[in-house]
């Protein structure tokens, strides 16, 4: 068995000894023991690194992340959240997609005033209606255990 010091681990993954300590105590990670002062981790901690790192590119939090490994640290995928974020980020890229097409038409833009132009009229009503969305929705997410 092959083990790494936090500053190994640290080194290898480019990641603080202050976020490994932060996944430690949140669950996501254990040391195995220590060397003197110095916390010591199974080699295949990098490999648990590599998953966290992934399922935060995702966009999951680490509490999501944490339930994705069952009681023994064993990877334990949720099938149905991987495609439920899967679709959650389909609708981010149409988002980004129109905004990306709605600023490229306002840099084109002929008309002297933008605030003239029908489609750059479409593009801030369009924002100012998913800025509302979001605002009615932040109280009900407030709610939810973290």
């Known amino acids: 068995m092959s083990e790494l010091d936090i500053g190994q681990v640290s080194r290898q993954s480019g990641l ?4 490994l300590r932060y996944y430690e ?3 996501l990670i254990r040391p195995i023991g220590r060397n003197g002062l110095r916390r010591v981790y199974e ?3 990098m490999q648990r690194l590599a998953l ?3 399922g ?3 966009g999951f939090s680490l509490e999501e992340i944490a339930r994705m ?3 023994k640290g064993n990877f334990a995928v949720d ?3 991987l495609l439920r974020k899967a679709g959650d980020l389909d609708q981010q890229i149409l988002r980004l997609q129109a905004l990306r097409d709605g600023l490229r038409h306002a840099a084109r833009c002929t008309q002297a005033d933008h605030l003239q132009c029908p489609t750059f009229q479409r593009l801030m009503n369009a924002a100012l209606r998913r800025h509302d969305q979001t605002r009615t929705l932040a109280p009900a997410q407030k709610k939810r255990p973290r």
């Open 56 to 58: 935060r590119a995702a």
């Open 25 to 27: 105590e949140r669950g």
């Open 69 to 71: 490994f069952d009681a």
């Open 43 to 45: 080699a295949a901690v």
């Open 16 to 19: 603080p000894a202050s976020t």
């Open 52 to 54: 966290i790192a992934l």
């Open 79 to 81: 099938r149905p959240q």
